[in-house]
């Protein structure tokens, strides 16, 4: 959780609004940065979160999260994260042993025809049985509104699967792509549409530079009245060891 | 002319049986060193040379253990070979395991083609002597009477003592010695030796690549290269080096067709490839003839899902052949992707560097295979 973008985006661990749609997607660069921001956000701020990690292992993801002071390895044991580790599940799916009973989530890598629908239905199935936060009988933990976040959308494009437009839980949903070539510029634009806030990660225009990483274009829609209000901020930032640091174009501390 | 009496001699096949000395260095932390890795400097992670240094600083000290790097392959597969051939020859010297996979040609051919290392060791090497008896030592004239702890040893350390150093320079005009190669262990995958069985679903890779995948893990299993696997004394990285993924010899018409029929294959492939390499210590070099594949999109997911990549580009043939400024130089390694996070530099950081592959041919020293900041041509006067 980068403290600098949340009072930039205006959320903390308090308080969000439900049913939002966030986007993050980068263009040549990584946003993976981003989806860390807002892991740890959820976790802190108690919500029910499912992870879809497709493209790193378990480990990375926590061994980032603890730089960040929030412990993944706890979390799921205690209930509050789901993971779904794409790569761990995909050689299952890949070189199929003959005693094979483990969840078929990525079950479209064999048969990219039958498209991403057994994913769908694991997400699905996992939050509806869950209940969403009730407290059952048994003393477990009530969290607060669930998320789903996706790291990447990109990759699922990459093996071959037809993005289905999951349907909106009660909760937010946030999704990382990498807009690059036509399909996924397809994929990015229809997402873009849909989503309430987008992050939009690029390199400077300009070229390397060792003190600022990149820029950040963070756009709100938001529906006010009759029409859709639309606000753009564009920020620099640098990433460190243990954080983010966010600044106005050309207010680099190496600049001043 | 000649070239320096630089010859690796004839390695011992048994060690010394004695060290010089009984002093460990106290490690801080509780992980086990492997000999050719160092952790980085920015992030910790562990580090193996490629074998070419200057490549290694190219990626930031190293190529990462899990990840791969993937090499655009040039126009006639001259420098990608060359490259891999360095990668597989560093694991030989730093005792590493290798895989070696590759469908045009045989992979004991690519072995035995690995080059020559050079080593600091110039000196003649004597053969281990027998330890002596202390009665002899004392009489012969060689006898030593200040350090006489050290009586007793050989008088040259043996060769490949300097399997130590990160990073080593290697003689391309010479092959490496048959004997220093049978001593590291090799698995190999040609896919015509392996009988494809009809799979009875339908499968979204051609056989030889869901072959290579599941023969990939079941090295790392049995040779205990899984993360997973009980930590012995003594870890070892398993070096992958896979030879022209994607081209038609694989069974993938990737090349071959606009709209291939197993278009995500080769992604499919390397994601599988990805899993297999985050949960073992292991690192890969892949190569592609990207030049044949035409659909850039394919052929942006194919980098995306790597976690390094170079193109490289050969002057053989092109214009910059004939270029005076170019004269020393033989192709050029383009980074078609930004390294692994944290930070990231763009494309465009790499890019001013540009550093340009050289053979440099200075009268009478051994061929070998740098990476160089890229040529400056002063500013001609018009008129001049």
Excluded at chain 2, 46 to 51: D, K, N, P, R, Y
Excluded at chain 2, 53 to 63: A, E, H, N, V
Excluded at chain 2, 123 to 140: G, M
Excluded at chain 2, 262 to 286: D, E, I, K, M, P
Aim: glycine share 8%.
């Amino acid at each position: 959780m980068y403290t600098e973008l949340n009072s930039i985006l205006n959320t903390n661990p308090d308080s969000f609004t439900q049913g939002e749609f966030v986007l993050l997607s980068d263009r040549k660069s990584d946003a993976s940065f981003l989806i860390h921001h807002f892991l740890s956000l959820y976790l802190r701020a108690r919500c029910k979160v499912w992870f879809l990690g497709l493209v790193q292992s378990f480990n990375h993801y926590s061994a980032i999260s603890q730089r960040l002071g929030v412990s993944l390895a706890q979390a799921k044991e205690k209930g509050q994260l789901v993971f779904l580790e794409g790569l761990n599940e995909s050689l299952s799916v890949l070189i199929p042993q003959e005693t094979d009973t483990r969840s078929q989530a990525m079950g479209f890598l064999r048969d990219p025809a039958v498209g991403l629908k057994s994913l769908y239905e694991f997400v699905r199935s996992s939050v509806t049985s869950s209940g969403g936060g009730e407290a059952g009988a048994d003393g477990a933990e009530e969290w607060g509104p669930p998320v789903l976040l996706v790291d990447d959308l990109s990759v699922l494009l990459s093996l071959g699967g037809n993005v289905v437009m999951l349907v909106r839980c009660d909760g937010e949903e946030e999704e990382e792509d990498d807009g690059d070539d036509e399909g996924s510029e397809r994929l990015l634009k229809g997402l873009t549409h849909q989503c309430s806030l987008t992050l939009h990660v690029q390199g400077l225009p300009t070229g390397f530079c060792r003190d600022i990483h990149g820029q950040v274009e963070v756009c709100w829609r938001r529906r006010q009245g009759d029409g859709q209000y639309t606000q753009k901020k564009l920020f620099q930032y640098k990433v460190h060891d243990k954080g983010v640091s966010f600044f106005a174009p050309g207010t680099s501390s190496a600049v001043l | 002319m000649a070239a320096p009496m630089s010859s690796v001699g004839k390695p011992s096949a048994e060690r010394s049986p004695f060290n010089t000395t009984s002093f460990q260095k106290k490690t801080r932390s509780k992980l086990i060193s492997i000999p050719g890795t160092r952790p980085s400097v920015q992030n910790g992670q562990l580090l193996v040379s490629t074998g070419v240094t200057s490549l290694d600083y190219l990626l930031g000290g190293g190529l990462a253990v899990g990840t791969v790097i993937l090499i655009e392959e040039d126009r006639y597969d001259s420098y990608s070979r060359m490259i891999l051939k360095y990668f597989l020859a560093e694991g030989v010297v730093c005792r590493h395991e290798l895989f070696v996979a590759a469908a045009q040609d045989n992979p004991d051919d690519i072995l035995q083609e690995l080059p020559a290392p050079i080593l600091d060791d110039v000196a003649i090497h004597k053969p281990v002597e027998q330890p002596r008896l202390s009665c002899e030592a004392h009489n012969s004239l060689d006898a030593m009477k200040i350090a006489w702890r050290y009586q007793n040893l050989p008088k040259v350390q043996s060769a490949l003592a300097s399997s130590s150093r990160f990073g080593h320079y290697y003689d391309v005009s010479k092959t490496m010695e048959p004997e220093i190669r049978q001593a590291a262990k090799c698995h190999r995958f040609y896919p015509t030796e392996h009988p494809t069985q009809s799979s009875p679903t339908h499968s979204s890779m051609p056989e030889s690549y869901s072959a290579l995948l599941k023969s990939l893990q079941e090295v790392i299993l049995r040779e205990g290269f899984d993360v997973a696997a009980p930590m012995s004394n003594s870890r070892n990285i398993l070096r992958i080096g896979l030879h022209s993924l994607g081209s038609a010899l694989w069974g993938d018409d990737l090349c071959c067709h606009d709209n291939p029929r197993h278009g995500h294959a080769l992604t499919t492939f390397l994601y599988g490839l990805r899993a297999l390499l985050r949960s073992s210590l292991s690192v890969a070099v892949v190569t592609v003839p990207s030049h044949l594949i035409q659909d850039r999109a394919l052929m942006g997911s194919i980098t995306r899902l790597c976690d390094n990549a170079i193109a490289l580009e050969s002057f053989k043939g092109s214009e910059r052949e004939t270029n005076p400024l170019y004269k020393d130089y033989h192709a050029e390694p383009l980074p078609s992707r930004p390294p692994l996070p944290s930070p990231v530099p763009t494309p465009e950081a790499l890019e001013q560097e540009n550093p340009k592959l050289g053979n440099r041919f200075p009268p009478n020293t051994s061929l070998s295979f740098c990476l160089y900041s890229p040529p400056r041509s002063s500013p001609v006067a018009p008129n001049a």
